[in-house]
């Protein structure tokens, strides 16, 4: 038993709540270490990346364009470069959606006592094994497993990213601070940073600063009032 049972929601210890998110266990949850909530939005997650997952190559072929006979695509050659959505490249390749839930599907085995899965084949053939596989064990690890926070986390994070791709939404983003960038006046930008957990860089709308990922701690350091070295906007 993870949790320990109380009577009340004001008897509560903090301890007691989702390990996903703040709610309160109710007392018939108080085993559990995922709210039966969060669980409902991660099957339905990992239901709709199912669905959505071989949808990402279509998205990859520039829109207007048209195949030969030796199945190349084809554009017009004298126009501007047809549009594709770039996001699904990082989503379908090496580290990306099946990647990234094989890798859950790994640890929970692990944790299971169970020999790990074989080759599987494609991308598609492997994924088509590991979403049933959650699927079957999500209740056993929202209610067992320690660790179901960052694997909630990440399948949330994997359905927001095939989503905005798939169906044109707004990729999620999250805040990152204030810009601590000195205009060329002196003044502190200070324009709200917000950015996509999986963005290579961190580019300021204010002022136009731009941060890659490995500059990201530095970034977060000035923020956060520590020193370093002062960045000045182009």
């Given at each position: 038993m993870p949790h320990t049972p109380a009577t009340h929601d004001s008897d509560q210890e903090p301890e007691t709540r989702c390990v996903h998110c703040p709610r309160l266990l109710h007392f018939d949850e108080l085993d559990r270490w995922a709210c039966r909530p969060c669980e409902d939005n991660a099957l339905k997650h990992i239901t709709e990346l199912g669905t959505w997952y071989g949808q990402l190559r279509a998205?990859?072929?520039?829109?207007?364009?048209?195949?030969?006979?030796?199945?190349?695509?084809?554009?017009?050659?004298?126009?501007?470069?047809?549009?594709?959505?770039?996001?699904?490249?990082?989503?379908?390749?090496?580290?990306?959606?099946?990647?990234?839930?094989?890798?859950i599907e790994d640890d929970w085995r692990k944790t299971l006592g169970w020999t790990i899965a074989t080759f599987r084949g494609s991308d598609t053939q492997t994924l088509a094994a590991v979403l049933p596989f959650l699927r079957n064990n999500l209740p056993w690890a929202c209610g067992m497993y320690p660790d179901i926070a960052e694997d909630l986390k990440l399948i949330r994070i994997l359905h927001g990213?095939?989503?905005?791709?798939?169906?044109?939404?707004?990729?999620?983003?999250?805040?990152?601070?204030?810009?601590p960038t000195v205009t060329a006046d002196g003044v502190v930008c200070g324009d709200r940073l917000r950015v996509s957990p999986f963005a290579a860089e961190i580019r300021c709308t204010g002022c136009g600063t731009r941060w890659a990922r490995d500059q990201w701690i530095g970034l977060g350091a000035a923020i956060q009032g520590f020193p370093m070295p002062v960045v000045r906007a182009a």
């Open positions: 998205k990859l072929i520039p829109a207007g364009a048209v195949g030969d006979d030796s199945g190349h695509v084809t554009g017009a050659t004298r126009s501007a470069p047809l549009p594709v959505a770039i996001g699904a490249l990082d989503l379908i390749g090496p580290g990306g959606v099946v990647t990234k839930l094989r890798t990213r095939v989503d905005a791709v798939v169906n044109g939404r707004k990729e999620p983003q999250v805040p990152v601070g204030c810009c």
